[in-house]
């Protein structure tokens, strides 16, 4: 099946799948960067993947399918990064909360228990890690990559209960993640990038300045549409025949 020169009895390496879950309200230019970043350090497609409407707690400033329609346009021509849906299509299924231990569970039934699977994190996320639903399960059963940012240190300011539950599966070695299906925790070591998807919403309603810091043709789709509280274009009258 394979060809090559693979020492016998080696772990060969494995098709990796990256999922990089956000609620991308709105997707600006640090999600792109780390993805970019994250597509060079692993050399695989990195799949964006934008989370339901939430139905028990506060819904984001867009719609869902305003956000993911901007994640369309936001990777437009970049190879190695593409949108899935999953967490849309399974909440238009059921109006449960969508968690990450779902998704897991829903891409291991589709790929098998032996695929390596990465999800990607910011930094501040995995402060928060251990509120998420079945953490233990999520780490172990699959690879998490988180991308440093500003304001969230890693190393030994972690949460303590974090740092419990990541201890021992840090590793800076991407190939790591091909020949296990879970388990390690990849420091992605980038730029920081400022960029917050709560500032830009906060610029964009008090008329300050923000287009800079999204791709063009997602500040054009935030304008069209009046995301946010921008002033939606207002198409001068067709002339007089
Ligand atoms: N500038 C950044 N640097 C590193 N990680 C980031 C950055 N922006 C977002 N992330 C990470 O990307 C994931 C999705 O982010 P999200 O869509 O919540 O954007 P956000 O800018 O954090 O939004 P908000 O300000 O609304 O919380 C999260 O894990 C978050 O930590
Ligand atoms: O499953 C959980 O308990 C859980 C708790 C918090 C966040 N998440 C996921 O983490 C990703 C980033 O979340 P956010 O809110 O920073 O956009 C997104 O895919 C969320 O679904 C998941």
Same mark, same amino acid.
């Given at each position: 099946?394979?060809?090559?020169?693979?020492? &016998?009895?080696?772990?060969?390496? !494995?098709?990796? =799948?990256? $999922?990089?879950?956000g609620? $991308?309200?709105?997707?600006h230019?640090?999600?792109? @960067?780390?993805? %970019?970043?994250?597509?060079?350090?692993?050399?695989?497609?990195?799949?964006?993947?934008?989370?339901? #409407?939430?139905?028990?707690?506060? @819904?984001?400033? @867009?719609?869902?399918?305003?956000r993911?329609?901007?994640?369309?346009?936001?990777?437009?021509?970049q190879? +190695?990064?593409?949108?899935d849906?999953?967490?849309?299509? %399974?909440?238009?299924?059921?109006?449960?909360?969508?968690?990450?231990?779902?998704?897991?569970?829903?891409?291991?039934?589709k790929? +098998?228990? #032996?695929? /390596?699977? *990465? $999800?990607?994190?910011?930094?501040?996320?995995?402060?928060? $890690?251990?509120?998420?639903?079945? /953490?233990e399960?999520?780490?172990?059963?699959?690879?998490?990559?988180?991308?440093? =940012?500003?304001?969230?240190?890693l190393?030994?300011?972690? &949460?303590?209960?974090? *740092?419990?539950?990541?201890?021992?599966?840090?590793?800076?070695?991407?190939?790591?993640?091909?020949?296990? &299906?879970?388990? !390690?925790?990849?420091?992605?070591?980038?730029?920081?990038h &400022?960029?917050?998807?709560?500032?830009?919403?906060?610029?964009? *309603?008090?008329g300050?300045?923000?287009?800079?810091?999204?791709?063009? *043709?997602?500040?054009r789709?935030?304008?069209?549409?009046?995301?946010?509280?921008?002033?939606?274009?207002?198409?001068?009258?067709?002339? /007089?025949?």
């Open positions: 099946m394979f060809s090559g020169s693979a020492q &016998p009895g080696a772990a060969l390496p !494995k098709r990796l =799948r990256v $999922f990089y879950g609620t $991308f309200d709105p997707v230019n640090g999600h792109l @960067a780390i993805a %970019r970043a994250v597509r060079e350090a692993l050399g695989t497609t990195v799949w964006l993947m934008p989370a339901a #409407d939430p139905p028990h707690r506060e @819904a984001p400033g @867009a719609k869902a399918e305003d993911a329609a901007m994640l369309d346009l936001a990777i437009e021509g190879a +190695g990064l593409r949108v849906r999953r967490e849309l299509e %399974r909440s238009a299924r059921s109006d449960a909360p969508s968690y990450t231990v779902d998704t897991l569970r829903e891409l291991r039934a790929f +098998g228990e #032996d695929a /390596p699977i *990465a $999800f990607v994190i910011g930094a501040d996320s995995l402060h928060g $890690f251990a509120g998420w639903r079945e /953490p399960a999520l780490l172990a059963g699959a690879h998490w990559v988180v991308a440093e =940012r500003p304001g969230s240190a190393d030994e300011h972690l &949460p303590p209960p974090v *740092a419990r539950l990541v201890a021992g599966r840090w590793t800076l070695d991407a190939h790591a993640l091909r020949t296990t &299906p879970g388990g !390690k925790v990849l420091r992605l070591r980038q730029p920081l &400022p960029e917050s998807a709560t500032q830009i919403r906060r610029r964009i *309603a008090a300050e300045t923000w287009h800079h810091l999204l791709p063009p *043709a997602v500040a789709c935030i304008v069209e549409r009046g995301l946010y509280g921008a002033t939606p274009i207002v198409l001068p009258p067709a002339p /007089p025949r």
